[in-house]
């Protein structure tokens, strides 16, 4: 099957490198995003495969202040070219082109258990405030480094809303806004201080949805200073208000999580974080 759309191998490395330094140059942290690399082709029969999420036990409904979404969990919701594509998103080649891409020194691992990936959907009216995202996989202790998405949302207008934020390291403000277009990648550095995030009510009419397939790669360590010497082994999302924007349940929902991700023992968390994601 043919995954990238007119470029080999060969060139998808090349383009790593080629746009490296303006990906780590990037404001208001390491970013970019990359329009029509893979062939439209073979994601249209993505889309053809794509599930109603929320209709098995098994998918993950965030339904709570800072989330409201749709996710699957793991693979088997995948049909067969949806698989064959996140199996080519973790292959050598790829992981390749994100190490020529990012920059990033320690061996890029991908997730096969797809901890918080997988198709990624928002329906009118839902959201994902922003966030910077947890810093070890449960699974495999690995230090998360990278995230990506890509969009599959042919036909969308920007009235629909549903950008991409990044917002500057104080959240002071949102810097770059990236709409979920169609054949587009989207990635970004997964640090302490890349808050991003999708944090206004989707506006697309009621037969329409943002849907997007994400990926995270890990590393087994990290360079010093990308993490808070406290945060290193946390293994749950931390989300921020936007001053006089965002509800004061939100407020009052994140300190009560974030108290209780500071003084209880991990497996608490987790049963905090299962809570959080229904």
């Known amino acids: 099957m043919n995954f990238l759309n007119n470029k080999t191998v060969h060139e998808l490395l090349e383009f790593g490198k080629e746009n490296h330094e303006a990906y780590i140059n990037a404001k208001p942290f390491p970013s970019g995003y990359y329009d029509n690399l893979f062939n439209p082709e073979m994601l249209r029969e993505i889309i053809a495969e794509f599930p109603e999420i929320g209709k098995v036990k098994e ?6 202040p800072n989330e409201l979404k749709l996710a699957t969990k793991g693979e088997y919701r995948f ?3 949806t698989k064959a594509f996140i199996h080519f998103l973790n292959s050598q080649p790829f992981l390749e082109f994100l190490q020529n891409l990012t920059g990033i020194k320690e061996t890029l691992i991908p997730d096969p258990y797809l901890e918080g990936g997988g198709f990624h959907e928002i329906k009118p009216g839902g959201y994902l405030k922003m ?4 810093h070890k996989n449960q699974r495999t202790n690995l230090d998360r480094r ?27 403000k949102c810097v770059t806004k990236i709409a979920p277009l169609f054949n587009r990648l989207a990635m970004f550095s997964t640090t302490d201080f890349s808050w991003h995030g999708l944090p206004d009510p989707l506006t697309c009419p009621p037969d329409r949805s943002r849907r997007s397939i994400a ?7 990290r360079p010093e200073g ?7 082994g946390r293994i ?13 349940k939100m407020t ?27």
């Open 59 to 64: 998918d993950i409904q965030y339904t709570n």
């Open 79 to 81: 049909g067969e070219k």
């Open 131 to 134: 966030h910077v995202d947890f």
């Open 146 to 172: 990278l995230n990506i998405l890509v969009y599959l949302n042919e036909d969308w207008k920007d009235e629909y809303g549903g950008h991409f934020e990044l917002w500057e390291k104080d959240m002071s």
């Open 215 to 221: 990926l995270y790669y890990y590393t087994n360590g």
């Open 226 to 232: 990308e993490v808070n010497v406290g945060d290193k």
């Open 236 to 248: 749950t999302t931390t989300f921020a208000t936007r001053k006089g924007q965002d509800s004061t």
């Open 252 to 278: 009052i929902f994140n300190s009560f999580v974030n108290f209780a991700n500071d003084i209880l023992p991990p497996f608490l968390v987790r049963l905090i974080k299962k809570f959080r994601n229904t």
